[in-house]
């Protein structure tokens, strides 16, 4: 108990000591706010449920691109299934800085069942999906996805150049 007593009042005088830092005494100095960045926005995952029933009974899955001349229809349930992988669990934050690469549709028999855009440029992967043209839900682009749509975008770019030669 002795020892706390002594450290106290030494921990006392530090704490004072580390109040005015500037050596201007007698001057008053207007503490200058840190610049704060308003963290961004994060929507809640997609259901889980949703990806379920995707993943059971998906038809279709599309992929429109708004930079590159191309789209992408996947109709078999294995590449369906791939698709519903590219979603990570995570919900990922919305950020001003980032603009949509393309736009995805995920089918059952047909119906648009969940939709929205994604993004793809550097520190932007995620997905946003819509519900009545209102941001619903929004979840981060698994490394598989990331793989899957360079790769994607590489082979149409190629077979662009292939072209034009």
Not at 8 to 25: D, I, K, M, R, Y
Not at 26 to 51: H, N
Not at 101 to 110: E, L, P
Request: glycine letters at 4%; aromatic letters at 14%.
């Amino acid at each position: 108990m002795r020892h706390c007593f002594f450290f106290l009042p030494f921990f006392l005088a530090v704490l004072s000591c580390n109040q005015n830092t500037t050596g201007n005494e007698g001057q008053s100095s207007t503490p200058v706010p840190a610049p704060t960045q308003e963290p961004a926005a994060t929507l809640p995952s997609v259901p889980l449920k949703l990806l379920e029933d995707i993943w059971k009974e998906g038809s279709q899955v599309d992929y429109i691109f708004y930079n590159y001349p191309f789209t992408m229809s996947l109709t078999d349930t294995a590449s369906i299934r791939y698709a519903v992988r590219h979603i990570a669990e995570n919900p990922a934050p919305l950020k001003p800085e980032c603009k949509p690469a393309g736009r995805v549709t995920y089918q059952i028999k047909g119906n648009i069942v969940l939709e929205g855009d994604f993004y793809f440029s550097t520190g932007c992967t995620y997905f946003v999906f819509e519900e009545s043209r209102q941001k619903k839900f929004s979840n981060y682009m698994t490394d598989e996805g990331i793989t899957y749509f360079n790769n994607q975008i590489q082979q149409a770019l190629k077979m662009q150049q292939n072209m034009q030669q």
